[in-house]
C-alpha cells in the first residue's frame, strides 16, 4: 500500500524553524520525484518545492530557496523541507505528492498524497 505521511508541523513564533518530514512507504523513494505543497486558508494549494529524482531541487518562487531548503534521504524513504525565518504566512497544511517529475504542475495528476501537516506561524 501507498502511503506518504507527513510530519513536523506545530505552532511556530515568527523567526523560527522547523523541519517537515514526508517519509513514504509502498514505493521506493528513489524512483521518484517529491513536491512540497501548501495550501493557506482560503487558498488553493500549490507547488512550492520539488526534489527530483536526481537531487535537483526547485522552488516557486525561487525566491523560496533562501528560507526554505528540500532534500532527500532515500535510504530512510523520506524527504525533508527545512523551514527557516517562517513567516505569519506561512500558515498553511503542508503536504507532499510523489509524481515523475518536478514542475509547476507536479502532483496534479498523482494520486500519491500525504495527508497534510499543519504549520502555523503565530507569536
Known amino acids: 500500500q501507498v502511503q506518504l505521511v507527513e510530519s513536523g508541523g506545530g505552532l511556530v513564533q515568527p523567526g523560527g524553524s522547523l523541519r517537515l518530514s514526508c517519509v513514504v512507504s509502498?514505493?521506493?523513494?528513489?524512483?521518484?520525484?517529491i513536491g512540497w505543497f501548501r495550501q493557506a486558508p482560503g487558498k488553493e494549494r500549490e507547488v512550492f518545492s520539488c526534489?527530483?529524482?536526481?537531487?535537483?531541487?526547485?522552488y516557486y518562487p525561487a525566491s523560496m530557496k533562501g528560507r526554505f531548503t528540500i532534500s532527500r534521504d532515500n535510504a530512510k524513504n523520506t524527504v525533508f523541507l527545512d523551514m527557516n525565518n517562517v513567516k505569519p504566512e506561512d500558515t498553511a497544511v503542508y503536504y507532499c505528492?510523489?509524481?515523475?517529475?518536478?514542475?509547476?504542475?507536479?502532483?496534479?495528476?498523482?494520486?500519491?498524497w500525504g495527508r497534510g501537516t499543519q504549520v502555523t506561524v503565530s507569536s
Open positions: 505528492a510523489a509524481d515523475s517529475f518536478c514542475g509547476e504542475s507536479t502532483g496534479r495528476f498523482s494520486d500519491y
Open positions: 509502498g514505493f521506493s523513494l528513489k524512483y521518484y520525484a
Open positions: 526534489i527530483s529524482v536526481s537531487n535537483e531541487t526547485t
